[in-house]
Nanobody, 116 residues
Framework: QVQVVESGGGLVQPGGSLRLSCVASGSIFRFNTMGWYRQAPGKQRELVASITDAGSTDYSDSVKGRFTISRDNAENTVYLQMNSLKPEDTAVYYC??????????WGQGTQVTVSS
Protein backbone atom coordinates (compact mmCIF):
# COMPACT_ATOMS: atom_id res chain seq x y z
CA GLN A 1 0.00 0.00 0.00
CA VAL A 2 1.33 3.42 -0.99
CA GLN A 3 1.52 6.24 1.53
CA VAL A 4 2.33 9.83 0.64
CA VAL A 5 3.32 12.19 3.45
CA GLU A 6 4.05 15.90 3.13
CA SER A 7 5.91 18.10 5.60
CA GLY A 8 7.42 21.56 5.84
CA GLY A 9 4.40 23.82 5.80
CA GLY A 10 3.89 26.65 8.24
CA LEU A 11 3.51 30.37 8.75
CA VAL A 12 5.95 32.69 7.02
CA GLN A 13 6.12 36.43 6.39
CA PRO A 14 5.81 37.84 2.87
CA GLY A 15 9.15 37.57 1.11
CA GLY A 16 10.16 34.57 3.18
CA SER A 17 10.95 31.01 2.18
CA LEU A 18 9.72 27.51 2.96
CA ARG A 19 10.75 24.08 1.75
CA LEU A 20 8.12 21.38 1.41
CA SER A 21 9.01 17.70 1.37
CA CYS A 22 7.00 14.69 0.30
CA VAL A 23 7.98 11.09 0.88
CA ALA A 24 6.22 8.17 -0.76
CA SER A 25 6.45 4.70 0.72
CA GLY A 26 5.29 1.43 -0.76
CA SER A 27 5.46 0.08 -4.28
CA ILE A 28 5.50 2.85 -6.87
CA PHE A 29 6.28 2.33 -10.55
CA ARG A 30 9.59 4.05 -11.17
CA PHE A 31 8.29 5.86 -14.25
CA ASN A 32 6.14 8.55 -12.69
CA THR A 33 5.57 12.26 -12.39
CA MET A 34 5.66 13.89 -8.97
CA GLY A 35 3.98 17.17 -8.40
CA TRP A 36 2.70 19.77 -6.00
CA TYR A 37 -0.82 21.15 -6.14
CA ARG A 38 -2.42 23.75 -3.93
CA GLN A 39 -5.92 24.73 -2.93
CA ALA A 40 -6.84 28.04 -1.38
CA PRO A 41 -10.18 28.56 0.41
CA GLY A 42 -13.00 28.87 -2.08
CA LYS A 43 -10.79 28.01 -5.04
CA GLN A 44 -10.14 24.92 -7.13
CA ARG A 45 -7.06 22.82 -6.64
CA GLU A 46 -4.35 23.91 -9.07
CA LEU A 47 -1.04 22.51 -10.24
CA VAL A 48 1.95 24.40 -8.85
CA ALA A 49 4.86 22.39 -10.22
CA SER A 50 5.68 18.92 -11.48
CA ILE A 51 8.76 16.87 -12.28
CA THR A 52 9.09 13.66 -14.26
CA ASP A 53 11.32 10.73 -13.35
CA ALA A 54 13.72 12.03 -16.02
CA GLY A 55 13.88 15.43 -14.37
CA SER A 56 11.72 17.50 -16.70
CA THR A 57 9.92 20.24 -14.82
CA ASP A 58 6.83 22.35 -15.31
CA TYR A 59 5.63 25.35 -13.31
CA SER A 60 2.51 27.44 -13.15
CA ASP A 61 3.05 30.99 -14.34
CA SER A 62 2.30 32.34 -10.87
CA VAL A 63 5.32 30.63 -9.28
CA LYS A 64 7.90 30.65 -12.09
CA GLY A 65 11.17 32.13 -10.90
CA ARG A 66 10.20 31.81 -7.23
CA PHE A 67 9.58 28.07 -6.67
CA THR A 68 11.85 25.15 -7.52
CA ILE A 69 10.80 21.52 -7.64
CA SER A 70 13.30 18.68 -7.29
CA ARG A 71 13.24 14.98 -6.52
CA ASP A 72 15.32 12.11 -5.22
CA ASN A 73 14.34 8.99 -7.14
CA ALA A 74 16.21 6.64 -4.83
CA GLU A 75 14.24 7.93 -1.85
CA ASN A 76 10.88 8.48 -3.62
CA THR A 77 10.98 12.05 -2.37
CA VAL A 78 9.98 15.31 -3.98
CA TYR A 79 10.74 18.81 -2.71
CA LEU A 80 9.34 22.26 -3.35
CA GLN A 81 11.59 25.18 -2.48
CA MET A 82 9.43 28.28 -2.21
CA ASN A 83 11.12 31.67 -2.17
CA SER A 84 9.77 35.23 -2.25
CA LEU A 85 6.48 34.02 -0.86
CA LYS A 86 3.39 36.17 -1.30
CA PRO A 87 0.10 36.23 0.61
CA GLU A 88 -1.58 34.77 -2.48
CA ASP A 89 0.57 31.65 -2.07
CA THR A 90 -1.43 30.82 1.05
CA ALA A 91 -3.09 27.44 0.55
CA VAL A 92 -3.03 23.79 1.46
CA TYR A 93 -0.29 22.17 -0.61
CA TYR A 94 -0.75 18.59 -1.76
CA CYS A 95 1.81 16.15 -3.06
CA UNK A 96 0.75 14.09 -6.07
CA UNK A 97 2.34 11.08 -7.74
CA UNK A 98 1.12 9.85 -11.11
CA UNK A 99 2.43 6.53 -12.32
CA UNK A 100 2.93 6.14 -16.05
CA UNK A 101 -0.07 4.04 -17.19
CA UNK A 102 -0.88 3.44 -13.53
CA UNK A 103 -2.37 4.87 -10.39
CA UNK A 104 -2.42 8.36 -8.89
CA UNK A 105 -1.62 8.97 -5.24
CA TRP A 106 -2.24 12.02 -3.04
CA GLY A 107 -0.89 13.17 0.29
CA GLN A 108 -3.04 14.61 3.05
CA GLY A 109 -1.82 18.17 2.48
CA THR A 110 0.23 20.69 4.40
CA GLN A 111 -0.86 24.25 5.20
CA VAL A 112 1.23 27.17 3.99
CA THR A 113 0.25 30.58 5.31
CA VAL A 114 1.99 33.75 4.15
CA SER A 115 1.10 36.66 6.38
CA SER A 116 2.68 39.49 8.32
Amino acid sequence: QVQVVESGGGLVQPGGSLRLSCVASGSIFRFNTMGWYRQAPGKQRELVASITDAGSTDYSDSVKGRFTISRDNAENTVYLQMNSLKPEDTAVYYCNIKELYGDTFWGQGTQVTVSS
